[in-house]
């Protein structure tokens, strides 16, 4: 249920996007989407020990952020 929550909630930041740049919409709403259920990835393994984890995800969005 948390994943389905996550995925729906970064859909909505996504939508979010749409009146202030319609072109870039579809783009967002997709990373928004897949960006909510990517924290989730590991529910088959130590869920809530890898990338749940604070200390991994301020460096994964650094990287992603540069151009």
Known sequence: MM??????????????VVPLAPALGPTA????????????????ATHRRTLHFPLYGPPVAVIAAVP
């Open 3 to 16: 994943a389905m929550t996550h995925a729906l909630a970064g859909l909505a930041l996504g939508t979010l």
């Open 29 to 44: 709403i997709a990373a928004g989407l897949l960006g909510g259920l990517a924290p989730d990835l590991d529910v088959f």
